[in-house]
């Protein structure tokens, strides 16, 4: 038996309650770190499932940050500096990276806070998480002001890459199950993957 719920019975449930179901309706997703740092060194850790490739050419990548109607120190640290990273979630840290959703306060890094390391590398000013074997180095882009339900659009320039040698294809696809990368469904459910097949370009 299937169950069918229109949008008036949506907008009846109770707040939590349709939060949980909208957001694992959508399929599973990317979840990941997002490490940044204000001008004063204050380094900041933060879960996002909303993190959507927009294209290659140049290579732009974004993420959904909700309402900035309360302190978002992750949004304003990436305003503040223009640099941000973006470090996928292995089996091994996934129950810190939860943690991080929590609202600390913005003297707290979350780093210390879970017990996650801060990595820099080549002069980038944003931390990278070191347990974390896919790492990006992002510069901001562009914000655009979501009015349908007041989120914001991140939008960011990859201008490096770190993840395993042995984790690279020769036709350029990256095996992020090999590295460990997980997925996550709703607001706290995560998943490691099991690839069923790479089919071949689809042609008429």
């Known amino acids: 038996m299937q169950t069918?719920?229109?949008?008036?019975?949506?907008?009846?449930m109770e707040q939590s309650k349709r939060a949980h179901l909208i957001n694992s309706v959508g399929g599973f997703k990317s979840v990941c770190l997002i490490g940044t740092a204000d001008n004063l060194g204050n380094t900041n850790l933060a879960i996002f499932s909303s993190i959507v490739h927009i294209g290659a050419n140049p290579p732009l990548i974004c993420f959904i940050m909700r309402p900035d109607s309360v302190e978002r120190h992750t949004l304003s640290n990436i305003l503040e500096t223009g640099v941000y990273t973006i470090n996928h979630i292995n089996k091994n840290i996934y129950r810190q990276a939860h943690q991080t959703s929590a609202r600390y306060p913005k003297n707290i890094s979350e780093f210390d806070a879970v017990g996650l390391a801060k990595e820099y590398k080549n002069d980038f000013k944003a931390p990278f998480v070191k347990e974390s074997v896919i790492q990006l180095a992002i510069n901001f882009?562009?914000?655009?002001?979501?009015?349908?339900?007041?989120?914001?659009?991140?939008?960011?320039?990859?201008n490096q890459l770190y993840f395993p040698e042995d984790c690279l294809c020769e036709d350029g696809y990256l095996d992020i199950e090999k590295a460990g990368t997980i997925s996550c469904t709703g607001l706290d459910s995560y998943h490691t993957t099991q690839r069923l097949q790479r089919l071949n370009y689809a042609k008429p």
């Open 4 to 12: 069918h719920l229109n949008y008036p019975v949506l907008m009846t």
């Open 141 to 158: 882009k562009e914000r655009i002001d979501l009015t349908i339900n007041n989120t914001i659009m991140v939008i960011g320039e990859i």
